[in-house]
């Protein structure tokens, strides 16, 4: 169910970490050799929690969408190809989208950072990932997730939720939380 929020923990909580880390996790080296379509896609990043927030605060455009996943999450990764063609359709509008596997996140560590970017780059999708490595409940009280995954969050230019979805996201759902920031 998308619902539009606008969380005001949340955004004093990002707007602090936007001040104190400015610029963390803005961003990592393309990778060597273009996917399929040849559009180059970042390598993925380990990113903390005051990254991410640092990430999702950062002013301009017109904001940012992400997707919290895992590996071993059969419809988080049946929604993969839908998020990587919304991804096509938005970027170039000012609206990133992002994968955040939260593998690292898990009590046992189910992966490893290395284990994740090899099945990101393995993947046959065309979406920039970022590692979430911290506290999974510090994340989810931030974010105001409801813990399991996938759970898709749209934030605007200010940092302010503007929809967001539990559970897995087919492409006209995607492309309506999209247009809560286009």
């Given amino acids: 169910m998308t619902r539009p929020s606008n969380h005001r923990r949340l955004a004093s909580t990002f707007a602090g970490a936007a001040l104190l880390l400015a610029g963390c996790g803005q961003g990592a080296a393309p990778v060597a050799d273009g996917g399929p379509s040849g559009r180059y896609i970042p390598r ?6 005051e990254q991410l927030a640092a990430a999702a605060a950062k002013p301009g455009g017109a904001g940012l969408m992400l997707n919290f996943w895992a590996t071993w999450c059969p419809p988080c990764l049946e929604e993969m190809p839908d998020l990587a063609t919304l991804s096509s359709e938005v970027e170039p509008k000012g609206l990133p989208v992002r994968a955040v596997s939260i593998d690292l996140a898990m009590p046992i560590k189910y992966e490893t950072a290395a284990a ?7 993947f046959p999708i065309e979406l920039p990932v970022w590692i979430f490595d911290g506290d999974l409940d510090a ?3 931030a974010l105001d997730l409801p813990g399991p995954v996938p759970v898709t969050v749209v934030f605007d230019a200010e940092g302010k939720v503007t929809a967001s979805h539990v559970g897995r996201a087919d492409l006209a759902t995607l492309r309506e939380m999209a247009s809560t920031v286009l």
Avoid: G
């Avoid at 993925?44 to 929690?49: A, D, F, K, M, Y």
């Avoid at 994740?116 to 393995?122: E, S």
């Fill in 139 to 141: 994340l989810n009280e």
């Fill in 116 to 122: 994740v970017t090899a099945f990101a780059t393995d």
């Fill in 44 to 49: 993925p990043e380990v990113l903390s929690l």
